[in-house]
């Protein structure tokens, strides 16, 4: 690759959007992946490191993949095979082909550290699954919040819940340590589902991937399962659904895409109801007379018909990287 733009690590429980933003990254020059790490999320961490490896070997990316957490830091939840399938990755037709290819010796958080400490302020670390392996990793080494060039990640809300009414899942999945990295001093990066929900990928977006390979189309069939899900949740009348995890790398690729506001931010924890909010202040304050720790970059607004037009174009192009 020729000089890209970002160095990033993508950690991550796919996952169908999770898929979308590994191969948004994966398509474009401006982004190199330096390594996949696997977490515990929308699956089982056995799940959603099998469905990594199938990715990059059915898609053909030479980026390794590293094991992570197996479960997060204190909360304990079901998987919710309901809305990514048991597998974590399901489909409406054709599958990923399994794979023989094996994750790499050592562990995600090892992997983490090591890269990060060769290229001190150079790594983004991509996070779309639950914090864990970010918040192992900074109880390790809390040094390396200032080798960190950032965190962007998807996860939380400036507005409303999708697992709880007041909770993200990736947030609530592992709030405590969501809590950690909030407080961790690394530069933070947020796609929230206020933002998130406006990103849809459109019924025409899958009709046009799907026209890309009018025969067997894994991407499309994989993508219209995420799509059913959300219609059979939210209604049938939907002209899409929302695409969280690829906004993250969608910012690293342009950030024009998406109205940024610099926020106080924080992760309840303990036993409320509201375990896992995200709660940023978003009150307006005089700039003079503002004392608050803004430690979260927090993402507003979208471009939608921008990006819906970016991660069509890499999942057209992801189609013709399958083998018949
Ligand atoms: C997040 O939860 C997961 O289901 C998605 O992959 C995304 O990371 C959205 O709340
Ligand atoms: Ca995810």
Redesign the pocket.
Known sequence: MSNPSHRVIIDC?P?H??MAAILLAAWHDSIQVEAITTVC??ASLDNTTNNALRIVAAFGLDIPVYRGAVQPLLHRYEF?AA??GPSGLDSVGVDLPQTDRQAEKGHAVDAIIRIVDANPGEITVVV??PMTNLALVLALRPDLATKIKQIVF?GGSAGEG?VTPAA???IWADAEAARIVFRSGVKLVMFG?NATHQTLLRRQDVAAVRAARPDANVVADIMDFYCGTYYRFAGADKPGAPL??PCTIAYLIDPSLFAMAQLPGDVIVGDAETYGQTLIDLRPQDPAHDQRVKNVGVAMQADAPRFAALVTEALIWATGRISA
Do not use: R, S, V
Request: aromatic share 10%; hydrophobic share 25%; net charge negative.
């Open positions: 429980d996952g959007d999770d999320g929308n919710p809305f990514h779309i699954g998807m999708n993200e899942f990736n589902l969280h995890d």
